[in-house]
């Protein structure tokens, strides 16, 4: 994979979304594994599949973008 623009745009995002949802999945889970009378909120155990989604479609959606504009920079020029 070539350095360009996009691809730092597509790894730093990955790199940012994946911080932040291991942050907000995974400290109340270690909360919760370390002091037993830690109980997981609510809005954690409705949101941590939200969270995995998001990250999930964005980077389906990412890697749709980058390889659609990889393929069309490496088509040979027609009539030549």
Not at 29 to 48: C, R, S
Request: charged share 10%; with cysteine; glycine share 8%.
């Amino acid at each position: 994979m070539k350095s360009s623009p996009i691809s730092f745009v597509f790894i730093m995002t990955n790199v940012i979304t994946a911080i932040l949802a291991l942050c907000i999945i995974a400290v109340p889970i270690f909360m919760h594994a370390f002091d037993g009378t830690y109980q997981l909120p609510n809005v954690i155990k409705e949101w941590g599949g939200v969270v995995v989604g998001y990250y999930f479609g964005s980077s389906l959606t990412l890697f749709v973008k980058y390889f659609e504009s990889e393929s069309k920079s490496s088509k040979p020029e027609s009539g030549t």
